[in-house]
């Protein structure tokens, strides 16, 4: 089993606690580092979100997200870039682990350009993240959300990205809930041994209730989320572990019951 | 484009016609042929089945579908290949191109075990397909549906299982929705040449509407069909093109507006 030590809570799985409150939480549980999303940082303002997880002694274990590249004009695509920009300025402030990138979908611009549009942006932000201390982590998502989300949809495809760097710069995030499908999974997290940046859990449920919120708790669905754990122990990660869970009931829960059960499945399943 | 000689109306895309009155429908339409469902070919009788084909000169691109191998118990798995030998008569008795498999999803024995089932499922369909003259079109679903229904799911892992066979008994199904976000789908097509059995294509909305039901006309969504079919083409295949749409609302049309649109979108976008 994982040890609890690692567990970091993504602040999404408590999507209706603020930073303070999801700190707080953090602080109740025991849970030592946590994932904090811009949305919510935004809506704290960034000093008090600093202060925050300061005074609780707890690790950043990523700021989510930036990336989102393509777009079907120049000062679109402009303006994204520089909205990464600040994203990393708060992965520094917070001493994030890294940033977290969701590079962006192909709608509206077509697979070809919005992969061209992906790999210029990250060539134009790596520079500005490498100057203030923050690591850049590529996160490929789940095929499903090719068009929407992230045309970065695997953990080869990231590498591939990633090795235009130094590996201490630009890294990748294996999600468990992107990632199990992949028949080569295991050849790929060996592969990224000293890219990986973040390792983060939850499961798949049958049937799935939804696109995007339809993740489970670990135990619930069909990911074997220790396995993956072992291997990415294997290709030498020792990081904290999110538990990042989109999913509509969870979020309508109790969030000191949620995160009671994240740390009960955590143990169990992770 | 793709001439209309090779459409090939997938019964699934107009779900309320039976087979008699699909294969009026193509007949009417000037469509040269035709994919059966084995629950239509059972609603109509197989016998009926293979007289409405002859008779209207029809040509069949495919049967679908076998497959579904996984099952926690031996006896289970036992009857899933029983099942597959009853759809290889079929498509042995309508002359059908190829027997299409869908190799079933990990729920309730795990991926590990259900790859290896699935395996093990192909090596006991295959010579007894052989023996019959018919081959065996695997076909890679797209990741999503790795749970419930294809822990097939990349054209690699198609050409590796096939690998083992001779490329007259086993190949593989092409199918834009499946296949389109791969980052390696161009040197997947280029080596899966001598083996397609079959090309099939629809459209992915934005949003998608639902993970079963949520596919589009050619046209509608973000797939670039035509640059798939070209490099289908460039790997040698000449053979029937699917339109296969499983869309409620599709569903819910006449089906003759139905496929007069498939027409049309096939001249325009494939």
Known sequence: MADKSRLSLNQITTANWSVAEAVEGCARHGVLSIALWRHKIKEAGLASCVRSVRDAGLHVSSVCRG?????PTEPERKDNIEDNFRAVDEAAALSADSLVLVV??????????????????????????????VRIALEPLH????????????????????????????GVILDTFH??????????ISKSAGRIYGFHVSDWLVPLPDILLGRGLMGDGVI?????????DQAGYTGPIEVEIFNRAIWDSNPDDVLKQVIERFEKFV
């Open 224 to 232: 074997n989320n220790m396995k993956l754990r072992l291997l990415v």
């Open 104 to 133: 962006g979908g192909c709608a509206g611009v077509g697979l070809g350009e919005a992969r061209k549009m992906v790999t210029d942006g990250i060539g134009a932000v790596v520079p500005y993240a490498r100057e203030r201390g």
């Open 67 to 71: 990336g989102m590249f393509p777009a």
């Open 179 to 188: 990632i199990w499908w992949d028949p080569e999974i295991e050849e790929l």
């Open 143 to 170: 095929p499903m959300y090719a068009a929407e989300r992230s045309v970065l949809v695997t953990v080869g495809q990231a590498l591939e990205l990633a090795a235009a760097y130094n590996p201490n710069d630009v």
